[in-house]
C-alpha cells in the first residue's frame, strides 16, 4: 500500500450542530403556522379580526357584565325595562340560572323527597368511576351492581310508595334527573337489542331477517318525534280499556326502540368487518352459534364499532331532548319552560338558560366522545402495522 | 336463532330436536304465530277503543274541513281547505326547509370541514372549536337559541335593523325587496332552461372531443356565458318587466317586500348550522382518506395543485364522503321535524294538528310515517344514483 497523506480527512466526528434558528422556536413555528404565504397570511389576518370581533363580546357577556345572584328578575333588567341595570347594558343572567338551579337538576320533585334523587346520583357516580377506570379490579360486580342493582334501587328510591317512602310521581320529574334516566335506561336497553337486531339480520332464517329488516329500516327512516308521537298517542290505543301506563314509560319505549335500531346498523357494520375465517374457526373448534357470537364475534366485533357505538349514545343523549314534545321536562324543557315565569322574564334570560342548558349537554357529550376515543387506543391491539 | 347451533350439514342423529332445519323452522313458525296473536290482539283493542270513543276509522277524514290557519304556506289555503291540504302545505313547508337547509349545510360543511385540514393553525382551530360545539349540543337546542336567544331579542318594527339591498331584520322575521315579473317574463325562465340545456350539451362534445383529440375547451366560461347571458338577452329583449317591491318602513310594521318568517329562519339556520358541524367531520375524513401517494404522484405527473385537487383528490375523496353525506341529509329532513317546538308548521305540526282535531290517531301517525319514509326512500335513492355514478371504475 502507498503511503498517502491523508490530512484532508478527518478524524473524529463533528459536534451536532443546533437546528438553523429559521427552523426552531416561536418565529418558526409563526411562519410556518400562520404565515406561511400570502394567502396564508390573509387567512390568518381574517381569522384575528372574526376571534378580536367576536371573543371579547363573549368574555365581556358571560363573565364580566354578567349577573351572579340575584332576587328576581330586576337585577338583570337596565333601567328602561324596570331593571337596575344601565340602559344598554348586556350580559348574562346567570342569577336566573342560580334561583332555578334546583329545578333544572330535579324539576317539580318535591323539596323534602330530595335527597333520594340526590342519593341516586351518589349511587351512580360510585358506581360508574370505578367501572370507566381499567386499572380498577372486579369490573364483573361492578357491571352487576351498575346495571342490575342500580336500575332497582333507583327505582324504588325515586318512584316510592314502597318501605315507607312516599310516591313520587313520574309527572313531577324533571330536568337533568329526566334527562339522564331516559339515557340510561336508553342506553342499557338499546345495546343490547341492537345486538340482538343486528344478529337477525344476518340470520339465514328468512322470516326473522325479514322482520328485522323491516323494523330497523322504519324506525331509520322516520323522524324521533314521530316514534314519540307513536308511543304516545297510539299506545294507550293498542291497550284493552282501562289499561294505560304511564308516560314516562311510553317516552323511554319510544327512544330506547329508536336507539336500538341504529345501534343494529351500527353492530351490523361491525360483524360484517370480521373475515369470513373467524366464524369457520369457531365452527371448526365445535362452539354453538350462542359460544361464538359470545367468545369469538361480539369481542371482535363490538371493539371495531365503539365509536359508532358511543355516538349513537351521543345521539340517544342529545335526542332526550325531544321529549318536550309529549310534555315532557328534561333538562332542555324545564328551562325553555322558566322562560314563562314573569319573575324572571327579561331580555338575557332565554339566552342564559340556554346557554346553561347548552354546556351540560356540551359537558356529557363531550365527555363521552373523549372517552371513547381514549378505550379505543387502549383497546387496540393487533390492528396495528 | 338457536337452529344454527350446529352449522355442520349432516343427518340428524337421533332426535330430530338436534335437527337445525327442523328447529329453524319451528323457531320461525313460533314466531310467526306470536306476531300475529299480538297483531290480532292490537287490532281487537285498537277497534274496541275507536268504538268506544266513536271515531269512523278510514282516510275520509280528510275530505273534511279543517278549521285551523296556517300561518306559513306556499299554495293557496284558509282555514275553510281539506285536512288533506293541510298535510300537504305540512309537507311542501318541510320539503321547503329541507332543501334550502341541505344546500346551506353543505357548504357550510365543506367549508369548515376544509378549514380542518388547513395548514394555518388558527383557522384550523376555529373551525375545530366550531365542529366540537356544535356537535355535542342537542339540535332543539340551537333551534331555541335562534328562536328565543337571538331573534326574539331584535328590535321591534319601529327600529329594524337596515341591511344591505333594501332588506331589514326585525323581531317578525326577515325582509328582503321582492321580486314582481311583469309581462313576457316567462321568456327569462325559457331562455335560463335553453342556456342549461346547451351548456350541457357544450360539456358534453368537449368532453367527447378532449378524449377524441386530447384538445381541452374552456367549458366554464362557455357554460357560464350560456347560463347567464342567455337569461340577460331575454330580460332585455322582453322590455325590462322585472321590478322590485321594496319593504318600506311605516309607523308600526313594515310593509312590501317578501317576510321571512323568524320560526323558519330559526329553524333553517339552526339545522344548517347543526348539520354543518357533521358534513364537516366527514368533509375531512373524506380528504384525508386519500392517500397521500396519490397527491405526489399527480404532482410527479406534472399537474399544479388547484389540479390535483380537482382531478385527483376531490373525486376520490367523493366516494369516500357520499355515503355518509347521504345519512347527513337523512337527518336533516327528519330534524326538520324538531319545527313543531317553536310553531312553523310543517308536516309534523301540521298533521298533529289534524290528528288532535279529528282523534283519527291511527291515520295521523301512519300518514306522517309514510311520506317520512318516502322522502328517505326518494333521498336515498337519488344520492345511490349519483353515488353509483362516482363510484371507482374498475378496468
Known amino acids: 500500500m502507498q503511503e498517502h497523506d491523508m490530512s484532508w480527512v478527518r478524524t473524529e466526528m463533528v459536534l451536532a450542530q443546533p437546528a438553523p434558528a429559521s427552523v426552531t422556536g416561536l418565529g418558526a413555528w409563526v411562519r410556518k403556522n400562520l404565515i406561511a404565504s400570502a394567502g396564508d397570511t390573509i387567512l390568518t389576518i381574517v381569522g384575528i379580526a372574526l376571534v378580536a370581533m367576536i371573543l371579547p363580546q363573549i368574555i365581556n357577556w358571560a363573565f364580566i357584565n354578567a349577573v351572579w345572584t340575584g332576587p328576581d328578575r330586576t337585577v338583570c333588567a337596565t333601567v328602561a325595562q324596570g331593571g337596575i341595570q344601565p340602559d344598554g347594558w348586556t350580559g348574562a343572567c346567570w342569577a336566573f340560572v342560580n334561583a332555578k338551579f334546583g329545578q333544572f337538576m330535579l324539576g317539580r320533585y318535591p323539596i323534602e323527597e330530595r335527597w333520594r334523587p340526590i342519593l341516586v346520583a351518589i349511587l351512580f357516580v360510585a358506581l360508574l368511576v370505578p367501572m370507566l377506570i381499567p386499572k380498577v379490579p372486579r369490573k364483573g360486580l361492578n357491571a352487576v351492581l351498575l346495571f342490575f342493582v342500580l336500575p332497582i334501587v333507583a327505582f324504588v328510591l325515586l318512584v316510592g310508595g314502597m318501605f315507607g317512602l312516599p310516591h313520587?310521581?313520574?309527572?313531577?320529574?324533571?330536568?337533568?334527573l329526566v334527562t339522564l334516566s331516559l339515557s340510561f335506561v336508553g342506553i342499557a336497553v338499546s345495546l343490547p337489542l341492537g345486538i340482538v337486531l343486528a344478529l337477525g339480520r344476518r340470520s339465514k332464517m328468512p322470516i326473522i331477517k325479514t322482520l328485522c329488516v323491516v323494523f330497523i329500516e322504519t324506525v331509520r327512516g322516520i323522524p324521533l318525534i314521530t316514534v314519540l308521537f307513536f308511543a304516545s298517542v297510539m299506545l294507550p290505543l293498542f291497550l284493552p280499556e282501562g289499561v294505560s301506563f304511564d308516560k314516562f314509560l311510553r317516552a323511554l319505549i319510544g327512544v330506547s326502540l329508536f336507539a336500538a335500531a341504529y345501534m343494529a346498523e351500527v353492530v351490523r357494520g361491525g360483524l360484517q368487518a370480521i373475515p369470513k375465517g373467524q366464524y369457520e374457526g369457531a365452527d371448526s373448534l365445535g362452539l354453538g352459534y350462542w359460544q361464538k357470537m359470545y367468545f369469538i364475534v361480539m369481542p371482535?366485533?363490538?371493539?371495531?364499532?365503539?365509536?359508532?357505538?358511543?355516538?349513537?349514545?351521543?345521539?340517544?343523549?342529545?335526542?332526550?331532548?325531544?321529549?318536550?314534545?309529549?310534555?315532557?321536562?328534561?333538562?332542555?324543557?324545564?328551562?325553555?319552560?322558566?322562560?314563562?315565569?314573569?319573575?324572571?322574564?327579561?331580555?338575557?334570560?332565554?339566552?342564559?338558560?340556554?346557554?346553561?342548558?347548552?354546556?351540560?349537554f356540551w359537558l356529557f357529550c363531550f365527555g363521552m366522545s373523549r372517552y371513547s376515543m381514549y378505550t379505543e387506543r387502549r383497546l387496540d391491539t393487533g390492528h396495528k402495522r | 336463532m338457536a337452529?344454527?347451533?350446529?352449522?355442520?350439514?349432516?343427518?340428524?342423529?337421533?332426535?330430530?330436536?338436534?335437527?337445525?332445519?327442523?328447529?329453524?323452522?319451528?323457531?320461525?313458525?313460533?314466531?310467526?304465530?306470536?306476531?300475529?296473536?299480538?297483531?290480532?290482539?292490537i287490532a281487537h283493542n285498537v277497534i274496541d277503543n275507536l268504538t268506544r270513543l266513536r271515531i269512523a276509522s278510514g282516510f275520509g277524514f280528510l275530505k273534511g274541513r279543517a278549521g285551523f290557519d296556517i300561518s306559513e304556506s306556499a299554495i293557496a289555503y284558509s282555514s275553510d281547505s281539506t285536512y288533506g291540504r293541510a298535510i300537504l302545505v305540512g309537507l311542501i313547508n318541510t320539503l321547503i326547509v329541507a332543501i334550502v337547509g341541505i344546500i346551506t349545510a353543505t357548504i357550510i360543511g365543506f367549508v369548515i370541514g376544509i378549514g380542518r385540514l388547513s395548514q394555518n393553525w388558527l383557522i384550523r382551530k376555529i373551525c375545530t372549536v366550531y365542529v366540537e360545539v356544535f356537535r355535542n349540543i342537542p339540535p332543539l337546542l340551537v333551534i331555541f337559541f335562534w328562536y328565543s336567544g337571538v331573534l326574539a331579542v331584535l328590535p321591534a318594527p319601529r327600529d329594524s335593523i337596515g341591511l344591505p339591498f333594501g332588506?331589514?331584520?326585525?323581531?317578525?322575521?326577515?325582509?328582503?325587496?321582492?321580486?314582481?315579473?311583469?309581462?313576457?317574463?316567462?321568456?327569462?325562465?325559457?331562455?335560463?332552461?335553453?342556456?342549461?340545456?346547451?351548456?350541457?350539451?357544450?360539456?358534453?362534445?368537449?368532453?367527447?372531443?378532449?378524449?377524441?383529440?386530447?384538445?381541452?375547451?374552456?367549458?366554464?366560461?362557455?357554460?357560464?356565458?350560456?347560463?347567464?347571458?342567455?337569461?340577460?338577452?331575454?330580460?332585455?329583449?322582453?322590455?325590462?318587466?322585472?321590478?322590485?317591491?321594496?319593504?318600506?318602513?311605516?309607523?308600526?310594521?313594515?310593509?312590501?317586500g317578501f317576510q321571512v318568517r323568524p320560526e323558519f329562519l330559526s329553524l333553517y339556520l339552526a339545522l344548517s348550522c347543526y348539520t354543518a358541524a357533521f358534513i364537516a367531520e366527514i368533509v375531512r375524513a373524506g380528504i384525508r382518506g386519500v392517500s397521500a401517494g396519490q397527491t405526489e404522484a399527480a404532482g410527479a405527473l406534472g399537474l399544479r395543485s388547484g389540479s390535483i385537487l380537482r382531478l385527483v383528490v376531490v373525486p376520490q375523496a367523493m366516494r369516500i364522503v357520499i355515503p355518509p353525506l347521504t345519512s347527513q341529509y337523512l337527518n336533516l329532513t327528519k330534524n326538520s321535524s324538531l319545527a313543531i317546538a317553536i310553531g312553523y308548521p310543517d308536516l309534523t305540526a301540521t298533521a298533529g294538528t289534524v290528528l288532535n282535531q279529528t282523534g283519527q290517531a291511527v291515520e295521523g301517525v301512519v300518514i306522517m310515517m309514510v311520506i317520512y319514509l318516502a322522502i328517505s326512500l326518494l333521498t336515498s335513492l337519488v344520492m345511490n344514483w349519483f353515488n353509483a355514478k362516482m363510484a371507482l371504475v374498475e378496468r
Open chain 1, 168 to 176: 313520587v310521581e313520574t309527572s313531577l320529574w324533571g330536568g337533568l
Open chain 2, 3 to 41: 337452529s344454527q347451533e350446529v352449522l355442520r350439514e349432516e343427518p340428524s342423529r337421533g332426535s330430530f330436536i338436534n335437527d337445525p332445519k327442523i328447529r329453524g323452522i319451528f323457531f320461525q313458525v313460533l314466531v310467526v304465530v306470536l306476531l300475529v296473536a299480538g297483531v290480532w290482539w
Open chain 2, 167 to 256: 332588506s331589514f331584520l326585525n323581531q317578525r322575521g326577515f325582509y328582503f325587496p321582492r321580486a314582481v315579473w311583469g309581462d313576457g317574463s316567462w321568456l327569462i325562465f325559457v331562455a335560463l332552461l335553453v342556456g342549461i340545456a346547451m351548456a350541457w350539451f357544450v360539456a358534453r362534445k368537449a368532453r367527447q372531443r378532449q378524449m377524441a383529440t386530447g384538445q381541452q375547451f374552456p367549458v366554464f366560461w362557455t357554460s357560464t356565458a350560456l347560463i347567464v347571458g342567455l337569461p340577460l338577452l331575454a330580460y332585455a329583449l322582453s322590455g325590462f318587466p322585472l321590478s322590485f317591491d321594496y319593504p318600506k318602513q311605516s309607523t308600526f310594521n313594515l310593509t312590501g
Open chain 1, 300 to 360: 371482535q366485533a363490538l371493539k371495531l364499532v365503539i365509536p359508532g357505538i358511543v355516538n349513537t349514545f351521543i345521539g340517544m343523549f342529545k335526542d332526550t331532548s325531544l321529549v318536550i314534545i309529549i310534555s315532557m321536562f328534561d333538562l332542555l324543557g324545564i328551562v325553555k319552560q322558566n322562560f314563562s315565569d314573569a319573575n324572571w322574564a327579561t331580555a338575557q334570560t332565554a339566552r342564559s338558560g340556554l346557554i346553561f342548558a347548552a354546556f351540560v
